[in-house]
């Protein structure tokens, strides 16, 4: 049972927060810069999650667009059909919702099982707590996860044990 994280540009903290959640759980993972890709183990993984940063431009990345339209043949081939996926982002504004709803959509496109984030700040019993001193979804992102570099932020953290509970559940 293998996890795979793809990611694009500088957010390789999100990505270590993700990866300690799935870690958390006795699963292994393997994470993946868009540009160093390993074929072999991208595709005989169990699950993917992707990730990229937002910025100021709707969607995602260039690279991540480039390693996206490199993967026709997983469409085409229905190579990740039932696979697990989720996706993460960085905060943006509503850039971020862009950045996951393109990430969801190339994840339908390969028919794969999309993961949510899997937690509302109310459900960490941070309800009566003022947005800003939460530490789980202060963003109230439902699709995936939105999350900050910051080490109070625990967003990434628990996106990533959820995905691990979910993976668990259903391997």
Same mark, same amino acid.
């Given at each position: 049972?293998?996890?795979?994280?793809?990611?694009?540009?500088?957010?390789?903290?999100?990505?270590?927060?993700?990866?300690?959640?799935?870690?958390?759980?006795?699963?292994?993972?393997?994470?993946?810069?868009?540009?160093?890709?390993?074929?072999?183990?991208?595709?005989?993984?169990?699950?993917?999650?992707?990730?990229?940063?937002?910025?100021?431009?709707? &969607? %995602?990345?260039? *690279?991540?667009?480039? #390693?996206?339209?490199?993967? $026709?043949?997983?469409?085409?081939? =229905?190579?990740?059909?039932?696979?697990?996926?989720?996706?993460?982002?960085?905060?943006?504004?509503?850039?971020?919702? &862009? %950045?996951?709803? *393109?990430?969801?959509? #190339?994840?339908?496109?390969? $028919?794969?099982?999309?993961?949510? =984030?899997?937690?509302?700040?109310?459900?960490?019993?941070?309800?009566?707590?003022?947005?800003?001193?939460?530490?789980?979804?202060?963003?109230?992102?439902?699709?995936?996860?939105?999350?900050?570099?910051?080490?109070?932020?625990?967003?990434?953290?628990?996106?990533?044990?959820?995905?691990?509970?979910?993976?668990?559940?259903?391997?």
């Amino acid at each position: 049972m293998s996890i795979v994280i793809v990611y694009s540009d500088a957010i390789r903290e999100l990505v270590r927060a993700i990866q300690n959640g799935i870690e958390s759980q006795g699963l292994h993972v393997t994470c993946m810069h868009v540009n160093n890709i390993e074929i072999s183990i991208l595709y005989s993984a169990d699950a993917i999650i992707f990730g990229c940063p937002s910025s100021f431009l709707p &969607g %995602v990345s260039v *690279e991540f667009k480039n #390693f996206m339209n490199d993967r $026709s043949g997983t469409f085409h081939n =229905q190579t990740w059909k039932d696979k697990l996926a989720g996706g993460f982002t960085t905060i943006h504004g509503q850039n971020s919702q &862009g %950045v996951l709803i *393109e990430l969801f959509t #190339f994840a339908c496109q390969n $028919s794969m099982i999309w993961i949510p =984030q899997g937690h509302l700040a109310e459900n960490e019993g941070y309800s009566n707590m003022p947005v800003n001193l939460r530490t789980v979804n202060q963003n109230e992102s439902f699709i995936g996860c939105i999350a900050t570099n910051n080490q109070n932020d625990l967003t990434a953290y628990y996106f990533g044990l959820h995905f691990a509970q979910v993976f668990l559940h259903l391997a």
